[in-house]
């Protein structure tokens, strides 16, 4: 079956870094667009950015542009978010989402990030 | 701040009919389609509704999806205990160059 799961979530001082992953399974990951969505604690959804099947096209939110790098390895079936200077403002939930807008849409569970002193 | 509004909560009986709006502009829903998302408490969200009145496999017909000018509306009907959750409209903007959500509905079932 569909699954999709996150991991890489943590405690990291402002600053600092961390990458999240998501693997994929029971489906054919080159062929769809991926993306990351986060959620603060008790508040609502912020898309944060996708990535193309082939990773020509890439976007981001601007509150994480600059800061944020996504990439995918479709022959490890896995989705990538680096998170580079990271900020209290950016403790959330990070979603991993296939196909966000269409009718294959599988979200993960998501992987708590929260970035405190 | 969100630049698509939706009222904070709606509620209703068993059975009854809800409906839940989505305010935007001419930059996202008046130029792009709309989804429409649940959040189950303590759950991932999942798509409900996509393009406008999609329903993905699996989605009940009692879930509906409208869009007229710059609004949206996502209609529940037969309203059942199991639909209380979280429900967020959401576009792409293209003035932002972003996908944009909704502020979020939650509903109650009383």
């Known amino acids: 079956q569909v699954q999709v799961v996150e991991s890489g979530g943590g405690l990291v001082k402002p600053g600092g870094s961390l990458r999240l992953a998501c693997a994929a399974s029971?489906?054919?990951?080159?062929?769809?667009?991926m993306s990351w969505i986060r959620q603060a604690p008790g508040k609502g959804l912020e898309w944060v950015s996708y990535i193309s099947t082939t990773s020509i096209y890439t976007n981001y939110a601007d509150s994480v542009e600059g800061r944020f790098i996504i990439s995918r390895d479709n022959a490890k079936n896995s989705l990538y978010l680096q998170m580079n200077s990271l900020r209290v403002e950016d403790t959330a939930v990070y979603y991993c989402?296939?196909?966000?807008?269409?009718?294959?849409?599988?979200w993960g569970q998501g992987t708590l990030v929260t970035v405190s002193s | 701040q969100s630049v698509l509004t939706q009222p904070p909560s709606a509620s209703g009986t068993p059975g009854q009919r809800v409906t839940l709006s989505c305010s935007g502009s001419?930059?996202?829903?008046?130029?792009?389609?709309v989804n429409w998302y649940q959040q189950l408490p303590g759950t991932a969200p999942k798509l409900l509704i996509y393009t406008n009145d999609q329903r993905p496999s699996g989605v009940p017909d009692r879930f509906s999806g409208s869009k007229s000018g710059t609004s949206a509306s996502l209609a529940i009907s037969g309203l059942q205990s199991e639909d209380e959750a979280d429900y967020y409209c959401a576009a792409w903007d293209d003035s932002l160059n972003a996908y944009v959500f909704g502020t979020g509905t939650k509903v109650t079932v009383l």
């Open positions: 029971g489906f054919t990951f080159s062929d769809y667009y």
């Open positions: 989402a296939r196909d966000l807008t269409g009718p294959g849409s599988f």
């Open positions: 001419s930059s996202n829903i008046g130029s792009n389609t």
